[in-house]
Every structure is written in structure tokens, then in C-alpha cells.
């Protein structure tokens, strides 16, 4: 048995790189950026008035101006400004390249069309310099960031229609077990509905990947052997089910004989002990506990960041150093234990959880926080670790 870190290490080297694919900008969503994002010119492209106001060269309280001319935002109007004189100007214009102050229009009285008084010039020049942002060639965005929506806007600042990104790894998704239905099938006396391919296909989706799922997979060695037989056409197959150590769960030893090589079976942690990994050329197979909560978390501690290293991220997921906001009690266990939480003003508060068969948990929680092996309590304002859903 290892421990999280171990497997998380080994996670992150099973997949192989993806390659890169051109897209819009406006679909990226989500995806790892193949290529670095680079200033195609300084931002401001010139000094710009940052507010609404007169443009002006050293102006003094009390002083009158004469107004010599207007300049809207978009309009280029040149202007030979002196002392004494003064431009109306909109918020984004340009400055005229004599004037070293934007007095607000607030702090100003009109006296005439061609004639303002300033009461009050203002502390700061309200004047945006050339390049104060960035400047021509600097890198923006890197090469390996996980695109977000300001990431978008700024791509689109710069005329970035087309970009370069992480192909997604091919994944599938097989649940194992006879006693499952689908959820739109009434379950007989000793049958529950399958939750566990919903949940996984739905946490692929929230990051990008539209995953296949051929369906349940009942538990027995015809059955298995042939949707074993699937997993090379895939980077990655997630199994959820069927990998523990009971007289059904054939996974394991079936995983061998399609001649893959099992790299670990068995994490120092709780829930998802008998998480397997294994690997035959750059075909993956991830093996997750059938309890739901089980699967539901290790995904979010490996599968997830497995992905992401795969597409060459830089920053593979949200690791929370937060404190307890009310005392924690745990049971005395050898193992790491993730427990889920909900996350209140930057403060982890334990949910009402009955362990990993507790699915109805999951609605309340924003994010699983780790218990340290050995503990029987966190007391309030401890520090734990945690990790958002």
C-alpha cells in the first residue's frame, strides 16, 4: 500500500502528452493552452484619459482655462497645446501629447463653452500611460494555463481569434456490477440505480471531455473480458466498481491477464483504498471503489490532475490550506481521511456524512478536506488541507 502523494506521482506520469489542436479563442474554455499568449502591442496603446474631464498642462486650484477643442473615445485629434490651455476629453481618448494632466469634470465649473475654472486639479494626473499595462511582446498568458474567462477577455484584447491548445486524452467509463440499474429502470429488491457512471461522465464534462460509456458491465469474467478487450482504443478507462476484494471483483486479475501491468493497487487513504492504476503501452486503465463518495473524491485527488498533466498543465489542481471552524471529531485510522466540507467566510465546517456510500452528502458540500492518519479530532481553527469540488 502507498501512500497519496506516491500515487499522485505516478498518476501523474501514466498518460502520455497529448498533441495540440487549433480552435477559436471564444471555444477554449477550460482547455490547457499549448502555446504562450504574447503583448501584440503596448496596453495603453497610448496615454489615455482615464477619466471624463479637461486635458491640461500643470493645473492649478482656482485657475481658468481656456477650452480649445473636444476629443472623444476612438477619435485622433492632434492639438499644439500652452499653459493656460485646456482640451475636453472622454474617459479612453487620447491625451494630447503636450498635455501632463486630466482634470475630473467634476472638479471643474463651466464658465462658458470656451472657458472652465478648476476648483480642485486632483491629486493624480488620471492619465493611463503608454505600456503601463504591458508592452509589446510580453508574455501574457503561458504556455500550460488551464483557460478562464479572463483569459478569454484578454485574448480577444489582443486579437487572439485562433489558438493553440492541449488535445483532450480519450476516455472511457466502466461501471461493473450486477446489482445496478440505469437510473431510468426501476430497481428490483436487491438492485440500486447506477450513480457512479453519471457522476464521473458529468465531472469529465465539467472540464471539457465528452466521455464514452458503453454501459453497465455486469460482474462476470465474460462480460469483463470483453470490455477489457475496449481499453486499448482509449488513453484512459475509469473503471468505478469491482477492483476491492470480494469474490466478484474480477478487475484486478483481469486487468493482468489483458497484459497490463498494475503500477499500484492500494492507497493509504479513505475513502478509495483499493484505487488501482495500470498501464499497457499508452493505454491507462484507472480503477475506482464502487462506493460512490469513493470514487467521486479520488477522481478529484488523481483522475483530474492525471488529465491535466497529460495536457501539460501547469498547475494540475486547488490545493486549500484552510482552518477548521468548529471542532472536527474523526475515528482513529491509519489512513488519510477526506471528509467532506462545506467552505464558510474561508473556514471548512464537516457536513453531515455517514461514509462513502453517503452520496446525499455530496449537496451540501463544496470541497473534501483531509484528516491526518491517527487523529480522533481537529479542533477549531486547526489548519487542514482541502480541495474544492
Known amino acids: 500500500m502507498i501512500n497519496l502523494q506516491q500515487a499522485y506521482n505516478l498518476c501523474l506520469a501514466a498518460l502520455k502528452p497529448t498533441s495540440v489542436e487549433k480552435i477559436r479563442f471564444d471555444s477554449s474554455l477550460g482547455r490547457v493552452l499549448a502555446h504562450d499568449i504574447r503583448a501584440k502591442r503596448d496596453m495603453p496603446p497610448f496615454n489615455k484619459a482615464a477619466v471624463d474631464g479637461y486635458a491640461c498642462i500643470a493645473p492649478q486650484a482656482e485657475q481658468k482655462l481656456r477650452v480649445i477643442g473636444q476629443i472623444a473615445a476612438g477619435a485622433h485629434k492632434h492639438f499644439d497645446m500652452k499653459p493656460g490651455e485646456a482640451v475636453s476629453i472622454m474617459t479612453g481618448a487620447p491625451v494630447p501629447k503636450d498635455a501632463d494632466w486630466v482634470v475630473m469634470k467634476e472638479d471643474i465649473e463651466q464658465i462658458s463653452d470656451r472657458e472652465i475654472l478648476i476648483h480642485y486639479p486632483g491629486r493624480k494626473s488620471n492619465i493611463a500611460i503608454q505600456g503601463e499595462d504591458y508592452t509589446l ?10 483557460i478562464q474567462p479572463q483569459h478569454i477577455g484578454l485574448m480577444a484584447a489582443e486579437g487572439y481569434v485562433e489558438i493553440q491548445v492541449a488535445k483532450w486524452p480519450t476516455v472511457q467509463i466502466i461501471t461493473t ?14 438492485q440500486i440505480r447506477n ?44 473503471f468505478t466498481g469491482g477492483v476491492s476484494m470480494g469474490d466478484f471483483d474480477f478487475v484486478p486479475q483481469l486487468i493482468q491477464d489483458a497484459g497490463y501491468e498494475i503500477i499500484f493497487h492500494k492507497i ?32 478529484i485527488l488523481l483522475g483530474k490532475p492525471m488529465i491535466y498533466a497529460a495536457c501539460g498543465a501547469k498547475i494540475l489542481d486547488a490545493d ?14 491509519d489512513r488519510d481521511s477526506w471528509i467532506p466540507v462545506k467552505i464558510i467566510k474561508n473556514k471548512l465546517f464537516p457536513v453531515k456524512y455517514n461514509g462513502s456510500g453517503h452520496l446525499a452528502a455530496l449537496t451540501d458540500t463544496h470541497g473534501f478536506a483531509c484528516v491526518p492518519a491517527e487523529k480522533i479530532s481537529v479542533e477549531k481553527g486547526e489548519l487542514l488541507h482541502a480541495r474544492s469540488i
Open 320 to 333: 486549500l490550506i484552510m482552518p477548521a471552524g468548529e471542532r472536527i471529531a474523526s475515528k482513529k485510522s
Open 177 to 190: 456490477g450486477s446489482e445496478l440499474v440505469e437510473p431510468d429502470k426501476a430497481p428490483k429488491a436487491s
Open 195 to 238: 450513480s457512479n457512471a453519471w457522476q464521473l461522465k458529468a465531472q469529465l464534462q465539467a472540464i471539457g471531455i465528452q466521455a464514452d460509456y458503453p454501459g453497465i458491465v455486469a460482474d462476470d469474467k465474460p462480460s469483463l473480458n470483453k470490455v477489457m478487450e475496449s481499453c486499448s482504443k482509449y488513453d484512459l478507462s475509469i
Open 137 to 146: 511582446d510580453e508574455k501574457l498568458i503561458a504556455s500550460g494555463t488551464i
Open 268 to 299: 493509504a487513504v479513505k475513502p478509495g483504498k483499493p484505487t488501482l492504476l495500470a498501464k499497457k503501452g499508452n493505454s491507462v486503465i484507472l480503477g475506482l471503489p464502487g462506493n460512490p463518495i469513493s470514487g467521486f473524491i479520488q477522481f
